[in-house]
């Protein structure tokens, strides 16, 4: 297993190191504008850090479901299913792998977040405001933030074993013709959209932070669900 996550982090090593350069670079714009006083330059760098780490957590995603459909279609992939590997480990390493990114960057992006709040002045009405966007009673602080980043991870890793499920179904069924990529969209969407109208029957009533670990702690579940429907049909359908 350890071999196997290994080896899906080399795949994908080169744009993850693009995305800690973004990093970088868009947190040094939020540095220059503090250490020279220019509070336009602080915001700006704060919205594109802000920017960085979400584009992040979608690429990585990305990055991870086309790295299983590459696997599944092409000749150089489909090596991989003649390892002396179970399917249920094949796609656990991509799960984890996926899984750790998305924490690895989250944990990158809450160690800048708490950097630059100790910096912040009038950045603190930007980061209000982007907040308003995920709900009215949301402030700027610890507890919120980090289950609000929890609560996105787990919906991304969902998403992520969604996308699996949508795209293992679909080359079960027309292993590579056409109109497989357009069926696994479909089918991503209609799942998808069953995933989220579970996760609305968590009460707003418990609480901004309580509703965010409930929903996320769902996420998780249905993703491990997802998961191992996923494992059975690529054991079934598509192994060798």
């Known amino acids: 297993m350890l071999k196997l996550l290994k080896y899906e982090f080399r795949k994908t090593m080169f744009p993850k190191l693009i995305l800690l350069a973004a990093f970088v670079i868009m947190e040094g714009i939020f540095l220059y504008g503090h250490w020279t006083g220019k509070e336009d330059t602080k915001a700006l760098g704060m919205g594109l850090v802000l920017f960085t780490l979400f584009f992040s957590f979608l690429l990585l995603g990305i990055l991870s479901l086309v790295t299983l459909h590459k696997d599944m279609n092409t000749r150089q992939g489909y090596m991989l299913f003649m390892t002396p590997n179970s399917t249920y480990r094949i796609l656990g390493a991509k799960v984890a792998e996926c899984g750790l990114?998305?924490?690895?960057?989250?944990?990158?992006?809450?160690?800048?977040?708490?950097?630059?709040?100790?910096?912040?002045?009038?950045?603190?009405?930007?980061?209000?405001?982007?907040?308003?966007?995920?709900?009215?009673?949301?402030?700027?602080?610890?507890?919120?933030?980090?289950?609000?980043?929890?609560?996105?991870?787990?919906?991304?890793?969902?998403?992520?074993?969604?996308?699996?499920?949508?795209?293992?179904?679909?080359?079960?069924?027309?292993?590579g013709r056409k109109g497989n990529l357009a069926i696994t969209f479909v089918l991503f969407i209609l799942i998808n959209y069953a995933v989220q109208k579970i996760l609305t029957l968590v009460p707003d009533s418990l609480g901004v932070v309580p509703v965010f670990l409930l929903q996320g702690g769902i996420a998780l579940v249905l993703a491990g669900i997802m998961y191992v429907i996923t494992a059975r049909l690529m054991d079934r359908y598509l192994s060798v």
């Open 101 to 175: 990114s998305l924490l690895i960057a989250g944990a990158i992006g809450l160690g800048i977040g708490a950097l630059n709040f100790s910096m912040l002045s009038e950045v603190t009405k930007l980061i209000t405001s982007l907040l308003e966007n995920f709900g009215s009673n949301l402030v700027p602080d610890f507890p919120t933030l980090s289950s609000l980043l929890f609560n996105i991870l787990s919906h991304l890793l969902c998403s992520v074993t969604t996308a699996y499920l949508a795209d293992v179904i679909s080359s079960s069924l027309l292993n």
